[in-house]
């Protein structure tokens, strides 16, 4: 069988065995087959459990070996152990995909190393393939199918992600959904004893499900191969990485963590670059690269126009966009006529724009959006402000006030809507920043904007960095196209 | 009149004249007037303008001259042409202070330029000092004098505010207000004209209100005079400082907005660690360093234990540490013999420390506190998760699950009680984040560490860099020390 149908079989079975079934509130046994049962659908759902009769209004059986009907996928949460036994069993009844959730194994050295030794010989020998161990196992959003003991909400969508730590990936998927992002598959990888990062990402490469792949990860095992995928796989469907284990110390850690090897780190990046692959330094990055890469247009270079809302907010802008190598051309003159007309003579008549105690609106965006001298544009406060109205009145005001931050919220959502109207037809990313730090990013306009994947940034240096990743990108894939 | 008395007045003025009041909404004469005579207490307020008789049922002056009484402090609103006649009526009617809010002055060059360099010559001729142009103004919580027509919420405490930014100056204070901190005052200085920076960090160290200064920065008008001032004061009282135009456009922007000037950054940088400041690249990092030094004490030195909740997350905080430059020794026997007591036999066995599966406790903290091999402790993950308790549970036991996480909730402010005091006992710095990328820092025990003004941060990040910065600043108060 080959993996991909294994895997196939792995986001979608049609019966599944939870082996290590438990009554006991908290475990994992307990929790992943509470999770199984109310998201069964129509699949088949069997407790393994030798010494109780019944389980959460389940029949057990005593082994996966008594279970009558077939067993697409078997989830193990024995203590380590009792893994070669249950594999053994595993064999015997044909099961050819398994989910190994104990931990325990390669990454605690000595006896657990050979425990894992044992547990991949067996499996490989019966044919059965296998995910972890020492991982929460996979979810797929649309089958709805998740091994998954606790899970943070989730959105169906085109992501995949994988992930060679657990609390990692789980951290992606929170901080995902609050940024708006859609899921359709999630592999916790865990020590990746048979199948590996790579075997997922080619088979992610071939879902259609799956337009983007997002990665934590502390080690390749197979180095080349990623590689090679990631060449041909980043010209159709982005990459993006968050590489752990950079330094000394982290490195170590990561060893007694998912038994990963990682290599000079220097070396990784550079090979990263290569193939296309967009690395990202930390979790909230690359959940936020992930979200740009959906919702924006690839800019044609790395000219950036920058509209703030005042004068401190177009320093740290600035710094923000140099710090990442990026451009602030001049305007063209055609711009600058413009907003001559719009704002008043105190402006900072160039980029990034300034303007001095006017208030910002999106008449100043519009000329920037179409300036054919600059590829994108990084929006710093303004956006969204009307939600804050004001930020403070007289209380007897109240009723007035309230009408009219709805009167600009109103106005404020109908600009927006002919600013996305104009980002479609230039084809060019705006990136939307809160000028204000700690200022929310949930109000109405907020909502529009995420809605429409062009989500509000917390910080212009967040919003640099991720321009920066888009402007590599588009670069790589530019640079050899035919 | 020496400059300290005339920022006693500017802080707590008896009487205040707002030249250039409007009763027209949004006008910045209208916002500043409405917060004036809503937080009057016994200061008495003058709205001056020469077109109406009343605003906001006050009787006006057609000119400050008008004003029966003496004025303190005179606040100026009016447009820059009109500056220089304002400022002559002020010095005619004795006004020492005043605030001039009104831009379009030196940050716009040419005229502004000249205006500017007027108002100048009229102010140091008639013996007043005054604060802008192009700025908000000041407030003091304590008094509760305020010039800022929109101002968020803020908390009275030792913390003052300098910013030649006013947006700047406002994202500080309103992240602030999001973690926790208390100001004491604050300052939009804008364009310093005439008072400087330098100025208003001299009157704070001797503000016995304040405790801790804060500074946005674009150019330093009096460098070397800040430098002498800093090597004094941060002795005594930190200042942590946020510069920004570090970069060619950045500083381009910084002279078309304030007027400043910056130098060479990696100058102004060796300068400023010579002289015991502490810098902040962001301006969440300038909150957050703040935060961490009201409430943390210092590290004796460079050595950090880790507790993380899990593998990713202890890799993660590895590489963050690492990268700021600071060490992860090794455990003292006596604190592996704890933690080999309390946690399974799969734990990572060194520092990081990973449970790998356990749930973290507080019993694992405790001897890492103490443990003297160590100079702070970071935590990553596993504080404040009562909060979140389950992940997911079937919807028939809310109630059962509802009971049980108030359980948790009370077991873990009770540890957490317990945990602050041997905090204050070992004065050892103990930095808490989250480990879920996006999970909630508000929670009842996110609020009990606010209170003790232990913050949870947001990310092994933004810990990791409080972090290096208190190491950074205990190693300067340490290296001279007599």
Same sequence: chains 1, 2.
């Avoid at 899921?183 to 071939?206: M, R, V």
């Amino acid at each position: 069988m080959k993996p991909n149908k294994h895997l196939d079989q792995l986001f979608n079975p049609r019966s599944v065995a939870l082996v290590g079934a438990s009554s006991v509130f908290g475990k994992w046994g307990y929790n992943i087959l509470s999770r199984l049962i109310s998201s069964k659908n129509n699949r088949e759902v069997y407790a393994i459990n030798d010494r109780e009769s019944e389980i959460l209004g389940l029949r057990t059986f005593g082994s996966v070996r008594d279970v009558p009907g077939p067993v697409d996928v078997a989830i193990v949460t024995v203590p380590s152990p009792d893994l070669s036994a249950v594999m053994r069993d595993c064999v015997q009844k044909g099961v050819k995909t398994a989910v190994v959730i104990t931990s325990g194994l390669a990454e605690c050295g000595g006896d657990g190393s050979r425990l894992e030794g044992e547990l991949i010989g067996i499996a490989e020998r019966g044919g059965v393939r296998f995910v972890g161990p020492n991982c929460l196992g996979v979810f797929d959003a649309h089958s709805g199918f998740s091994t998954l003991g606790f899970q943070p909400p989730v959105r169906k969508g085109n992501v995949a992600l994988v992930s060679q730590s657990g609390n990692s990936g789980q951290s992606v998927l929170n901080y995902g959904y609050q940024m708006g992002l859609g899921f359709s598959k999630f592999i916790s990888s865990g020590n990746e004893a048979d199948l590996h990062f790579e075997d997922y990402i080619e088979y992610l490469a071939q879902d259609r499900r799956t337009g983007l792949i997002l990665g934590y990860v502390e080690g390749l095992r197979e180095g080349r191969r990623f590689l090679e995928l990631a060449k041909d796989i980043t010209r159709r469907k982005p990459i993006v990485i968050m590489k752990a284990g950079r330094t000394d110390v982290g490195s170590r850690a990561a060893r007694s963590h998912s038994a990963a090897l990682s290599g000079a780190d220097t070396v990784l990046d550079a090979a990263l670059k290569q193939c296309g692959v967009i690395r990202a330094e930390t979790i909230e990055e690359l959940v936020e690269v992930g979200v740009a890469l959906l919702g924006q247009p690839l800019p044609r270079g790395n000219r950036v126009a920058v509209l703030s809302m005042g004068g401190g907010m177009a320093v740290t802008a600035s710094d923000a966009l140099r710090n990442e190598g990026l451009e602030l051309p001049p305007l063209s003159p055609a711009t600058m006529e413009k907003l001559d007309s719009i704002l008043s003579n105190r402006w900072s008549r160039g980029n990034p724009v300034d303007p001095a105690g006017d208030f910002v609106s999106y008449h100043c965006l519009w000329p920037l959006i179409e300036d054919e001298s600059t590829d994108a544009v990084l929006v710093v406060g303004g956006v969204g402000m009307s939600a804050g109205f004001p930020g403070w009145a007289p209380a007897r005001m109240k009723r007035f006030v309230d009408s009219m931050r709805k009167t600009l919220e109103d106005a404020e959502i109908e600009s927006l809507e002919k600013t996305l109207h104009m980002m479609d037809a230039c084809r060019k990313p705006v990136i939307f920043t809160v000028g204000v730090t700690g200022a929310a990013t949930n109000g109405r306009v907020a909502k529009r904007l995420a809605k429409a994947r062009r989500n509000l940034y917390a910080s212009p240096e967040a919003g640099a960095r991720v321009l920066s990743r888009l402007v590599s990108y588009s670069g790589y894939l530019g640079s050899d196209e035919v």
